[in-house]
């Protein structure tokens, strides 16, 4: 069964931090690219980082500089550590993976390998 299994999120002050972890179970985790989107309050969905099998990386303008990414092909686990968060970061993270991950997507729909459950990080000002 192909599954991503999600951890972490939670709910932090402005400014705080967080770390989320997805692994992932029942496909070929090296040949993917993985990453998170997250769906906010309007249930848009957006990348906000994703990973490359071989490193590569890409964030959204929005995070640089406070989100990193980071993956581990033995453990099958990708991660994101969440640092100086803000009000407008809360939403619903989901882990993904595909090769190659889209840039648009439908939070949760067919059309890409794999979808996390999601997990609720919530920011407090």
């Known amino acids: 069964v192909v599954q991503l299994a999600e951890s972490g999120g939670g709910s932090v002050q402005a400014g705080g931090s967080l770390r989320l972890s997805c692994t992932a179970y029942?496909?070929?985790?090296?040949?993917?690219?993985t990453g998170w989107y997250l769906q906010g309050p309007g249930n848009q969905c957006q990348l906000v980082s994703r990973?490359?099998?071989?490193?590569?990386?890409y964030y959204v303008d929005s995070v640089k500089g406070r989100f990193t990414i980071s993956r581990d092909n033995a453990k099958n686990t990708v991660n994101l550590q969440m640092n100086r968060l803000k009000p407008e970061d809360t939403a619903v993270y989901y882990c993904?993976?595909?090769?190659?991950?889209?840039?648009?997507?439908?939070?949760?729909?067919?059309?890409?390998?794999?979808w996390g459950q999601g997990t609720q990080v919530t920011v407090s000002s």
């Open positions: 029942g496909f070929n985790f090296d040949n993917s690219e």
């Open positions: 993904a993976a595909d090769l190659p991950l889209p840039e648009d997507a439908t939070c949760g729909a067919k059309g890409v390998w794999a």
């Open positions: 990973i490359s099998s071989d490193g590569r990386t």
